[in-house]
């Protein structure tokens, strides 16, 4: 079998895994990323929306870029409406992840597509890939490989609490420069969304199953498209159907020996908002930083200082998110009096 050996091997190219794969080859390490996708970011899961600071973090351009965002709309069980300001811009999100794993390569990592983590043990990891299997040998693995990685369960670090999300694309009636949440009684331990990309939206909803129903998210969605044509949002047939998992977690740590999580696979997505990309750069980025330092001290103990930075970054606000989470599926009969305290467009949900 063969054997390649490397300084860091990254497995997932998504935003947390390009990123890192970035921050560890900028310091001069070599870096290999492995993606199980024969094209970086395809399929899109993703409503595609970006926060605008975020640009300043990646500087890689607005290739991707379709449109800016001024504000979020939240739309209330009785009608209420409120706006909250979130400059940001919606994306083509396939070329968002392939800009960033292009920023990797040009720093000097490797990417394989078509490649598949298999198993790991005391002489490396095992791969799959269009060659075949082979082992790759590395001082430091960072698992960035979405919200059922493989990584996680490998060292005992998996997501228990993954909410179904399901989207479509629709004809947009009329511009729109913000975008849209919707709480619903009939969206259980969720909401859906309109986020509007030129001429067309992002049509989705993020819910649980409630005991006792019977396809939830066939009806759910059928009935929130129904709801956006009748108000005249949207049009025609819908298309693109998508269906994902996001995480929703309390902070946890992401480190066991010379293993590390980022991303999805670490559970870093907001648990209510279900925002991740932001927490995806910016704590893989992080991971490729803590393990340059750790190769270069030859000491794999430094590695505790991700779990810290990434604590101090996000720790508060995720558990808080959770709480809230619980909360608003807890009291969910009572929607109209808790959603506030439970959605970040609102003051009371910081309170």
């Known amino acids: 079998m063969d054997t390649r050996e490397c300084d860091i091997l990254v497995i997932g190219a998504g935003p947390a895994g390009s990123s890192a794969a970035f921050a ?58 409120k706006d909250t300001s979130a400059p940001g811009f919606m994306v083509r999100r396939d070329v968002f992840d392939q800009v960033l794993a292009r920023k990797a390569e040009e720093a000097g990592a490797v990417i394989r597509n078509g490649t598949k983590a298999i198993s790991i043990n005391k002489d490396g990891v095992l791969v799959r890939g269009t060659k075949g299997v082979c082992r790759i040998k590395a001082d430091i693995v960072i698992g960035a490989d979405g919200p059922h990685s493989r990584v996680g369960r490998w060292i005992g670090s998996r997501n228990r609490n993954l909410i179904p999300a399901v989207q479509v694309t629709a004809h947009l009636v009329k511009p729109m420069d913000f975008t849209e949440i919707y709480f619903d009684k009939e969206l259980f331990g969720g909401y859906g969304w309109l986020f509007p990309k030129g001429v067309e939206a992002n049509i989705g909803i993020a819910i649980r199953k409630r005991k006792g129903a019977s396809h939830p998210f066939k009806k759910g969605l059928e009935g929130f498209i129904s709801r956006l044509k009748a108000e005249g949002k949207i049009s025609g047939k819908t298309s693109g159907y998508t269906a994902g998992w996001i995480p929703a977690e309390r902070h946890r740590g992401a480190v066991w020996k010379n293993i590390m999580l980022a991303g999805d696979a670490a559970g870093q997505t907001h648990p209510m908002s279900g925002e991740g990309v932001t927490q995806a750069v910016t704590c893989g980025a992080t991971a490729g930083k803590w393990a340059g330092r750790a190769i270069r001290a030859n000491d794999m103990g430094l590695l505790s200082g991700y779990d810290i930075e990434c604590w101090e970054l996000y720790g508060e606000s995720r558990d808080r998110a959770f709480n809230r989470r619980e909360l608003m599926e807890k009291e969910w009969d009572h929607l109209e009096d808790i959603v506030k305290r439970c959605w970040i467009g609102f003051r009371e949900y910081y309170a």
């Open 24 to 81: 560890a080859s900028a310091q001069g390490f070599n870096v290999l990323v492995i993606e199980q996708k024969a094209v970086v970011g395809v399929p899109v899961r993703c409503a595609e929306y970006i926060p605008a600071p975020l640009l300043r973090v990646i500087d890689a351009g607005r290739d991707f870029i379709v449109q800016p965002v001024k504000y979020m709309r939240t739309i209330l069980p009785d009608g209420h409406k």
